[in-house]
């Protein structure tokens, strides 16, 4: 049946190409056969009078490339180093390209940086290449035109208004890209234009603190794994803050607690909203968002007290807080040197007194360093004064989206409409671009060559892996065009890599070498010298008394946090990461104000009751841990331009945060809750909160393991012994795969949730069906919160198909869609099932998806797509994973333990004549990882990690007192309780 | 020549001669229908039709219109199917179990009962199918020959059920019909339109009443009750298996069979009564379906209705002593979770009604009888859902957990189920006697409260 | 060329006792037709017991073996497919497919055997002599083909025994 | 292009065609929807007079006199045909219908290769005729080629078995006429059963397409290039060991021989001509698939081919032998599975299969002499659907 389609669609639709490695046609096309699918829209009984009638079967037409470049095999992947960019998100990435088109995400093994695991947000950035939003060619106000004539009238205007003496000004997000800083500023140079960064969620106040303590406004490295102690006052470094995926990796290594690996590091989390990072701490301290300033003084003074430094006169933080922060004080004070405190606010006074009080711990030089700092987070308020000049002559927005994300959007909409010339250079339409004269649509990053030192000295490129989509000019090759400059961008990079970084390198003697083993790499990391840099006190002082003088807030304090899937505001134009369940509050498509328990029933406010705050309308959301008198909302929902009218969620809430003394503040105190007495619909995937005394995740405290490495599992054992079985056991004579998850140091960023959608074509259903429990994602990372409503401790675990040897769903399918394969899965046939659900129902893990309605567009019946994210159509399908079934309506579907990289890596081994390596084949999930917290390999193999695993006495299976025998096996949460 | 007997209440009340017996049920069949009949079969007819419609929108656009969803895969679906096939175990029973049991007084009701039975599993037929994601391949369970060398699991109870459901339907189907040829001949030779007669000789596949057709057909019979018997029992036994074979909490429990087979007699009784006392009035058979009738039904009810009860209790009592939280989990969050309110009309429609009947005033009192059988009918169907949606809206993983509301489509649907169940009974009415005629007439002799065996005259039959 | 002369009764009673008075007289009685099965009408007409329940069983046996065998085939030879971590032969789940085809075949064959045994059948069509015998008639047919008697000698004998409206017609057939 | 169509049913028709003439009023409509109009002659721009010049010189038919073959004898109308090995009369239209009138005649009367030098020699062809003659080819390049009479369908055959076996039935059990009982009951049965027959037979075949032999837009063969040119079939399908498509060669591919190759033995130039125009237009020629699995299978030729070492001909048929491809196998999943139940593996030379431990054992204790590709879970659901 065609219900199921493995997708090819033209490239050729586009343009012509020209690049050489896209000459030549696709392989194979499959023209729409009409005969199957007709049949299925009849039923059995009409059936029988088409099957005679049919005569005519359609033509399936077999195309040859025309000239058929070197390395491409039709069928096969090919993968390109490159790397993704993006606010606080860089990963070196390896780009897998099917006939064409880059349809995942892999981490590059070789970054130094990240070299495993990416983000969620990087895995789901293949959708956006493929987003029918995009600009598609040059617009001039509201009429479509060429480039040249686009470039001319630019041009002109530009030499005018500079000549004449209006300023130009040229906005871009951070550039952490060296060529094109050496472009940006020839560009400023011949147009005598100011260029300005502008971050939406900055951290300039980071980077004037260390200039204040450290006189250098470089962001330190971070090395979280070399920390036995770590404080976050309200720093969200797991989920993101800073480099959200290298500190996950960092974290987790210290994370995953073996006989050979037994330090486990402490957490301490001081925060008002729950935040990724807060569910992951051994001890989450709550505190009020108000009171963050008093508690940094508080810590500074009860550490300098221990350390010589002055003290100073402070009204301290609660109770409450001060009592548990003692804990804290005495383990940073044990572990000098080895530990790391933080802060999430981008006030530089805070800062500097965090600066301090690691200077005083000794940890400036170990856990933070000054060597390779990052590059990213440039911005700056600075630009503001610039646009809103009266002298103001062009602005020139790149990719930049102020209008939405800064509060003073009004008088930026007035400066850019009042502009003479305004252009912006973007991909996706956006607010600040809908304003623009002109528009001039860039690539997305798949289509671009590009360079970018994220940390210092670790430069990496970044590589087409697709032709242009539309008539789409890089942003740096449009510079380059109005500056005349005849040299294409990808040479100008070459040239900018020959004459700078081929000199530092000894490797490659020829620079044409250097350039193709750079590409193949994606990264050239250089030998900087190891910078030093000199404390200074005297700042400390005034921040201190500044922190100690705030004034406590009245009433609530909001608190505005990065959406851990929208982030700035890019994520809702991509309906994977909106579908992607928040992993604290487990809500997808929206956000919402977090309130505490307490609060809410003060208020009688229930989940999804509309409240007034400020000049915003938002639905509540009863938020067990979020501290009493703060609220957190998370920014970059309620885009407007460039999404979709169905996936428009949220709400925008920039226009609360503020900018004091020049930095941008997050926090908005003094507000007044009013209930609307509206509701909205929230799409909570998981509606029970309570394990309800069950062993499903099972944890002990560090004390207890260290006791007995069994610790919180003794019933596994326990259960082993009364597995007693009638029949015979079943044999596996080859392979017999498994998957071992380790819940100590999986964190629950989601990444395998969507690197999962991307390589299995997971449809999209929408915010309506999401709520109604329709949601089709084959992993779901289940939160559970234990204990106190006010300061729950969070459980996660990641549950997929548990593939069982025993599996419940088996035995119920009428028509035998499921059963074991001879290598251990449990094998899931779409074309076989004919959706009954009982499998689904009988799974006790309840790990089955069915397409309740067509989502894909692969359904044979015509006119009942049901797609409110606009993803089946032709442009969108060419993400597909055309190695992965689309499923039809009316099918069950479930996690296969990417059957299609495990049949793919066989064949490798086979066709090599040589046996599988462990570790060499890896799930969508695993590779995902930041945290290394899956592994999947072998069982029948002794020597594999996964059996190793399986073995280790913190090993359990889900439910495994029902005997299913799952071939998943969870490793216990150990949590450093103190 | 009159025979009363002494200790039992006579099955025919008034004086009634053999023709009379034909008269009086014959009289729907040769009457012009009347008015309500025709208010009746209209609005039934379109209450099918527009469940049909709704069935059509399901497997068009996808059963995402149901209010079924990831955790409760199964919603009022398989609930109205179990429900259904429950009603459908009533006719079968009677004719058969208690044709062997040697129960007269089953010749009066059989015949309704057999049609309600066969009309009702047609209805609860309809839910497996339209439940499946994709009903243009359900052909895929049959297990045919094919060229992909597939056949079907035949470890799956819902593979059970589909033999079962068939084998039901069809042997229903055979023992009904041939308990209808002598009546249908009957009914041909009091026809007088050619054309009528020509189909009722159709129909009664030319049945003449020759003695040796009748040693025959009586050999026949008897052994047709002997399959059906066990058929009857093993068909709500094997849909149990849907639930007891599983390893979901408030399914897994081996006193489904039991349990599930009396409670498809009970809810098949009730729904036998509600029918016949509107059909005897409607019909005026009044003199046939006598109100010992309706107690010997009640009788029945009681007794399975206690067994109903006493499985409820013995479930609780189990899902404690097993010691298996998830079992206590789920039957506490029957009686006290979100859908105590389903558990607690099913316990007092089922339960605590029925003891009513042990007054034998209440049994024998028409009305009552009648409210209660729409009462149990109630609390069957709750029953039903109780297991169906209880069991799975919380089960092993709370992070799962989900509540089920249904859609207007799935409530469309069931009602078109009632609407096809009722267009079938009006026209079974109108086409085939209501009463097993010959049946009867074998038992008027002893069993008629005055039985007129010589007619006065050789007198034809009424015009 | 034969005679058929038939009478009818109102009363079962009577048609007994005038079947067990014709035997007496060693008429050979060709068919006698009733509204419902006559209690004891079997026994004296002598009709030999129905072979219906072997054959009902010889085909229950044929079709539970067959269903039976058949499910060990798929699973066993046709595709052994590993389902739940079952043996491929897992007889317990082969019973109510067994069972239920038992039944089937057993019914299906009965009533197929009675109606062809009885030449019954979806438009068959019958010899009515009396349309009452449906009704209120208990019919007794003699035919002098089965009969050494003459017809008028039947036809006699047959009134004799209280029978009503005595009648003879010839048929072909 | 049609697939299998019901030539067997043809003798049945005639036979069942006397019941067929009250219904064939009902029958003919799908008949004449299928005929197209010829409405469509003037959108060429020539008029009728002179098309028809030339179709009638082009046909060989009066008044015109020559001592040679018509041009229809060799360059028959079918298109595109492999009937023979000529051009047919709609390719030369289509190759020459943007060229002139001069072009045309040169190609005509100087041929260019020595198989058309051959049978074009001693053409006495004046320019006029050549003229209309391009005149019609034009016209003809427009209209296509009237499209064949179908054969009627199946569904005809389907219904007209419906209406007869209705009737038997019916006047078995209702009408009674045919005093013969056994007539009706003969029929029913045997138009029941053809009916099935029927639908069985187009069940299995739903979705496949054994001996489908469609005509290609070159007369590419595989057998003056495998068979008598000896080349090997992955030199041009070389992806077949590594990827799980056998590719089909890129235009330059054939231009590596091509280039230099430009008459065939049989064909001419003609055809070999596509391929370079095809090359110098740089355009792919765009071939009709034969061998198509269903979406939903996951068929590699990497694994068959590369890890199973299996040939060609075992799935493809005796490709070397045809000119003309034809799917030989159903491609059935059955066909699938049986192949797996009986292909040993080779387990012995290739490593992987050293960790199939129990299996060696068996292998040198003798309880097994092979290993089959069913053993090691090719017949599993997985290793084809997902």
Redesign the interface.
């Known amino acids: ?2 219900d ?3 997708y090819w669609e033209l490239l050729n639709e586009f343009e012509p190409l020209d690049d050489a490695r896209f000459k ?2 696709r ?2 096309v ?1 023209s729409p056969t009409s ?2 699918n007709f ?6 009984g009409a059936t ?2 088409a ?7 359609p ?10 470049p070197d390395e491409i ?4 992947a090919v993968y390109y180093a490159s790397s993704y960019f993006n606010q606080n998100e860089f990963c070196n990435v390896i780009v897998k390209v099917r006939d064409n088109r880059p349809i995942k995400l892999e981490p590059n093994p070789k970054s130094v940086i990240t070299p495993y695991g990416t983000s969620g947000r990087v895995q789901a950035s293949v959708m956006d290449v493929y987003n029918v939003n995009r600009y598609r060619s040059p617009v001039r106000n509201d009429e479509t035109i060429v480039w040249d004539e686009a470039d001319n009238e630019i041009i002109t205007q530009l030499k005018e208004l500079s000549g004449s003496g209006r300023t130009v000004v040229l906005i871009t997000p951070t550039i952490i890209s060296p060529s094109t800083k050496k472009l940006i500023g020839e560009f400023t140079q011949s147009f005598n234009a100011e260029w300005h960064q502008y971050d939406p969620i900055p951290m300039d106040g980071y980077r004037e603190a260390n200039r204040r303590s450290f006189g250098t406004e470089e962001l330190p490295e971070y090395h979280f794994e070399n920390a036995d102690c770590i404080v976050s006052v309200g720093c969200d470094f797991l989920g993101t803050w800073l480099s959200p995926v290298e500190f996950t990796s960092q974290y987790s290594s210290r994370r995953a607690l073996f006989e050979e690996n037994p330090g486990l590091n402490k957490h301490y989390q001081i925060e008002a909203g729950m935040s990724l990072t807060g569910t992951n701490a051994d001890t989450r301290i709550r505190a009020d968002r108000a009171e963050y300033g008093k508690i940094l003084v508080h810590l500074y003074n009860q550490l300098g007290s221990q350390n010589g430094a002055t003290q100073i006169e402070a009204t301290p933080p609660p109770q409450e807080v001060t009592e548990k922060l003692k804990n804290v004080i005495n383990d940073l004070q044990a572990n000098r040197g080895r530990s790391i405190v933080v802060c999430g606010d981008n006030n530089p006074d805070y800062q500097v007194i965090v600066n301090s009080i690691n200077q005083m711990l000794g940890n400036i030089g170990e856990t933070i360093q000054f060597n390779r700092t990052y590059n990213h987070f440039r911005g700056n308020e600075n630009w503001l004064e610039a646009l809103l000049d009266q002298n103001l002559g062009a602005v020139i927005v790149w990719d930049t989206n102020p209008v939405y994300s800064h509060p003073m959007s009004d008088q930026i909409r007035a400066a850019i409409e009042r502009a003479p010339l305004s252009v912006a250079i973007t991909a996706q339409p956006d607010e600040t671009s809908e304003l623009c004269k002109y528009k001039l649509p860039a690539p997305g990053y798949l289509e671009c060559w590009d360079d970018a030192e994220y940390k210092k000295g670790v430069v990496s490129v970044l590589q087409p892996t697709l032709h242009k989509l539309f008539n789409s000019r890089q942003a740096q090759e449009v510079l380059l065009t109005w500056m005349a400059n005849p040299l294409s961008w990808q040479d100008y990079i070459r040239e900018n890599w020959t004459s700078v970084y081929f000199t530092e390198q000894a490797a490659n003697a020829s620079s044409s070498d250097f350039w193709i083993e750079t590409l193949r790499n994606g990264e050239l990391v250089l030998n900087n010298t190891a910078a030093s840099v000199s404390y200074n006190e005297s700042a400390t002082a005034g921040a201190l008394q500044t922190a100690a003088s705030e004034q406590a807030s009245e009433g609530f304090t909001l608190e505005l946090t990065e959406g851990i899937h929208t982030g700035t505001g890019h994520g809702p134009l991509n309906p994977w990461l909106q579908e992607c369940p928040d992993p604290v509050t487990r809500i997808a498509w929206g956000n919402y104000a977090s309130i505490a328990p307490a609060a809410a029933r003060r208020l009688s406010i229930k989940n999804g009751d509309v409240i007034q705050l400020g000049n915003l309308q938002i639905p509540a959301f009863v938020q067990p841990g979020q501290a009493d008198s703060t609220i957190s909302i998370a920014l970059g929902y309620g885009r407007t331009t460039g999404v979709a009218e169905e996936i428009r969620t949220g709400v925008n809430a920039y226009p609360l945060s503020r900018v004091e003394s020049n930095y941008r503040r997050l926090t908005v105190p003094n507000l007044n809750i009013e209930p609307t007495g509206q509701t909205e619909l929230l799409a909570l995937i ?9 062993a ?1 995740v099972r944890d002990a405290t560090y004390e207890e393991w260290k006791e007995n490495p069994a610790a919180g599992n003794e019933m596994h054992e326990e259960i082993q012994k009364h597995h007693t ?1 009638l ?2 056991k ?2 596996y ?3 017999k795969w498994g998957m071992a998850i380790d819940l100590n140091t999986c964190t629950g960023c989601s990444a395998c949730v969507l690197a999962c959608n991307t390589e299995n074509n997971i449809p999209v259903v929408g915010k309506i ?1 999401a709520s ?4 089709m994602q084959w992993i ?1 990372i ?3 919160y234990k204990g106190d409503e006010n300061n729950p401790e969070v459980l996660r ?1 990641p ?1 997929m198909c548990q593939h ?5 769903c ?7 869609a499921t ?5 251990g ?1 449990n ?1 899931m ?10 499998c ?3 799974c ?3 790990v ?7 989502y894909t567009g692969a ?1 044979a ?1 015509p006119n ?1 797509r ?1 797609d409110p994210a606009n993803v089946t159509v032709d442009l969108s399908r060419m993400r597909h994973n055309p ?3 689309v499923r ?5 579907e479930k996690c ?1 333990f990417c ?2 990289r495990i ?1 793919e890596k ?2 490798d ?8 390596e462990d570790g060499e084949l890896q799930t969508a999930c695993q590779q995902a990882c930041p945290a290394n917290a899956i592994v999947f390999g ?1 069982l ?2 002794p020597e594999s990690r996964v059996s190793k695993l399986m073995k280790n006495p913190r090993n359990y299976h ?2 495994e007192e ?1 005997h ?2 799952p071939a998943v096996g969870y490793l216990t949460k150990i949590k450093n309780k103190s | 020549m009159m025979h009363v007997s002494p200790v039992r209440e006579p099955l025919i009340n008034g004086e009634k001669s053999y023709n009379d017996i034909t008269n009086d049920v014959m009289a729907p069949v040769r009457a012009k229908p009347g008015k309500l009949w025709y208010i009746g079969i209209t609005v039934s007819t379109i209450v099918m039709i527009f469940g049909f419609a709704m069935i059509g929108y399901t497997v068009w656009f996808g059963i995402g219109k149901w209010g079924v969803n990831r955790t409760i895969g199964w919603g009022w679906s398989i609930t109205n199917f179990v429900w259904w096939v429950g009603i459908g175990h009533a006719g079968t029973f009677i004719s058969a179990i208690l044709l062997l049991f040697r129960q007269k007084w089953r010749t009066s009701i059989n015949r309704a009962a057999e049609a309600m039975t066969i009309f009702a599993v047609m209805c609860a037929g309809i839910f497996p199918l339209i439940h499946m994601g994709r009903l243009p391949l359900g052909f895929f369970i049959l297990p045919y020959p094919n060229s992909r060398e597939l056949w079907v699991n035949f470890n799956s109870p819902l593979l059970w059920d589909v033999f079962a459901i068939t084998t039901y339907l069809l042997v229903s189907l055979l023992f009904w019909y041939m308990g209808l040829i002598p009546d249908l001949g009957t009914i041909r030779d009091r026809m007088k339109t050619l054309w009528k007669k020509k189909a009722y000789n159709f129909l009664s596949f030319g049945w003449k009443g020759s003695a040796r057709h009748w040693h025959r057909h009586e050999s026949m019979s008897l052994i047709l009750a002997g399959l059906a018997a066990p058929l009857v029992l093993s068909v709500h036994t094997i849909v149990s298996f849907d639930f007891a074979t599983s390893v979901i909490p408030g399914w897994h429990t081996t006193i489904f069979p039991p349990y599930f087979v009396s409670g498809a007699v009970f809810s098949g009784f009730a729904m036998v009564l509600t029918l016949m006392i509107v059909t005897r009035k409607a019909l005026h058979l009044e003199e046939y379906i006598t109100v010992g009738h309706v107690e010997s039904m009640n009788k029945v009810i009681i007794a399975t209705g206690s067994i109903v009860g006493i499985a409820y209790i013995t479930e609780l009592f189990m899902a404690w002593y097993s010691g298996v939280e998830y079992e206590r989990y789920a039957f506490l969050n029957r009686a006290l979770g979100p859908y105590a309110w389903a558990y607690w009309i099913m316990m007092t429609c089922n339960v605590i009604s029925p003891q009513l009947l042990w007054f034998k005033k209440l049994r024998r009192n028409l009305t009552f009888t009648f409210i209660l059988s729409i009462f149990i009918n109630i609390g069957m169907w709750f029953e039903r859902f109780v297991i169906v949606v209880t069991s799975l809206h919380r089960d092993y993983l709370p992070s799962s957990w989900t509540m089920y509301k249904p859609t207007w489509v799935e409530v469309a649907i069931y009602l078109g189920t009632f609407g096809l169940f009722f267009t079938l009974f009006f026209l079974f009415i109108r086409v085939f006697p209501v009463i097993a005629l010959s049946e009867v007439k074998s038992v008027a002799r002893s069993s008629a409260k005055k039985f007129i065996g010589k007619p006065i005259k050789n007198k034809t039959p009424e015009k | 060329m034969r005679s058929i002369i038939y009478g009818h009764f109102t009363d079962e009673l009577d048609l007994l006792n005038a079947v067990k008075e014709l035997q007496n007289k060693g008429i050979k009685i060709d068919d006698v037709r009733t509204p419902f099965p006559v209690h004891g009408l079997d026994s004296v007409l002598k009709l030999p017991r129905s072979r219906l329940p072997i054959a009902a069983f010889i085909a229950g046996a044929i079709g539970g073996s067959l269903g039976l065998l058949f499910q060990i085939w798929v699973f066993t030879r046709g595709w052994p497919l590993v389902i739940g971590g079952k043996p491929f032969l897992s007889l317990p789940s082969f019973i109510p497919v067994t069972f239920e085809l038992t039944v089937l075949f057993a019914a299906f064959a009965m009533v197929i055997l009675f109606l062809v045994r009885s030449n019954l059948g979806p438009g068959s069509l019958p010899d009515i002599l009396d349309e009452e015998v449906t009704n209120d008639h208990f019919q007794i047919i003699l035919t002098d083909r089965n009969n050494s008697a003459s017809e008028a000698e039947l036809e006699e004998a047959l009134a004799s025994t209280g029978a009503l409206g005595v009648k003879n017609i010839k048929t072909d057939n | 292009m049609k697939r299998n169509c019901c030539c067997e049913g043809i003798g049945l028709i005639l036979r069942f065609y006397i019941f067929l003439i009250p219904f064939t009023f009902f029958f003919n409509l799908p008949l004449t929807c299928y005929s197209e109009t010829e409405d469509v002659i003037i959108e060429s721009g020539f008029s009728k007079d002179e098309i028809n010049r030339g179709k009638r010189f082009f046909m060989g038919l009066l008044p015109f006199e020559r001592n040679h073959e018509a041009c229809i004898s060799c360059h028959y109308m079918v298109s595109p045909d492999t009937l023979n090995w000529n051009p047919s009369a709609i390719d030369i239209a289509r190759k020459y219908a943007g060229r002139d009138s001069a072009a045309f005649h040169r190609a005509v009367m100087q041929p260019s290769g020595n198989l058309m030098a051959a049978s074009h020699q001693n053409f006495e062809i004046s320019e006029e005729d050549v003229y209309y003659m391009k005149v019609y080819l034009d016209n003809l390049a427009v209209t296509g080629v009237e499209p064949m009479k179908p054969s009627i369908n199946r569904i005809l055959i389907f219904l007209f078995l419906g209406v007869l076996l209705t009737w038997a039935l019916l006047d078995l059990l209702i009408f009674k006429k045919v005093k013969i009982k056994a007539i009706p009951i003969l029929i029913f049965v045997a138009a029941f059963g053809f009916q099935l027959f029927m639908l069985f037979n187009e069940s299995v075949l739903l979705g496949r397409s054994p001996g489908y032999q469609p005509d290609q837009p070159i007369k590419f063969s595989h057998q003056v290039h495998v068979t008598e040119n000896q080349i090997d079939c992955m030199y041009c399908h070389h992806t077949v060991t590594t990827s799980q498509t056998a590719n089909i060669p890129s235009t330059n591919l054939c231009m590596n021989c091509h280039i230099v190759v430009r008459e065939g033995t049989r064909s001419g130039r003609f055809e070999i001509d596509k391929i370079v125009q095809a090359y110098e237009e740089e355009r792919s020629v765009e071939w009709i698939r034969i061998h198509d699995l269903p979406d939903h299978v996951f068929f590699s030729h990497a694994q068959h081919v590369g890890a199973g070492k299996l040939d060609c001909m075992q799935c493809h048929g005796d490709v070397e032998n045809m000119h003309v491809v034809k799917q030989v196998n159903d491609l059935s999943m059955g066909w699938c599975l049986d192949c797996h139940r009986t292909t040993k593996v080779d387990f012995i030379e290739n490593d992987y299969y050293s960790i199939f431990e129990a299996f060696h054992i068996d292998l040198e204790a003798g309880v097994r002499d092979s290993i089959f590709a069913v053993n090691i879970g090719a017949n599993n659901c997985s290793s084809c659907h997902y």
């Not at chain 1, 998981?686 to 069950?694: D, F, K, L, P, T």
């Not at chain 1, 088996?810 to 035998?816: G, K, L, R, S, T």
């Not at chain 1, 089955?848 to 067509?854: A, G, K, P």
């Open positions: 049946m065609s199921e389609k493995k030549g046609k392989e194979a499959s005969r199957r049949l299925k829209v009849l039923g059995l029988s009078a099957l005679v009638a049919s005569c005519k079967s033509v399936e037409k077999a195309i040859p490339y025309f000239i058929k095999t039709p069928g096969k998981q509606g029970h909160q309570s394990m309800e005394g069950r499903i079985t029949y015979p079943t044999i004579p080859g392979h069906e109604r429990h329709h949601e779901r289940d939160r559970y675990q549950v069982c040897d025993q599996a419940p088996e035995n119920v399918c009428p028509v035998a059963n074991q394969s001879s290598e899965l094998q046939v779409y074309n076989r099932c004919i959706g009954t659900r009982y689904n129902n009988n006790p893990y309840k089955r998806r069915f397409n309740w309605l067509d359904d019946i009942n049901f190695d992965v079934t039809a309506k009316g099918v069950i296969s059957i299609q049949q066989k064949l081994a086979k066709l090599e004549g040589r046996p599988m072998d029948n193999d889900l439910l029902l299913t025998l």
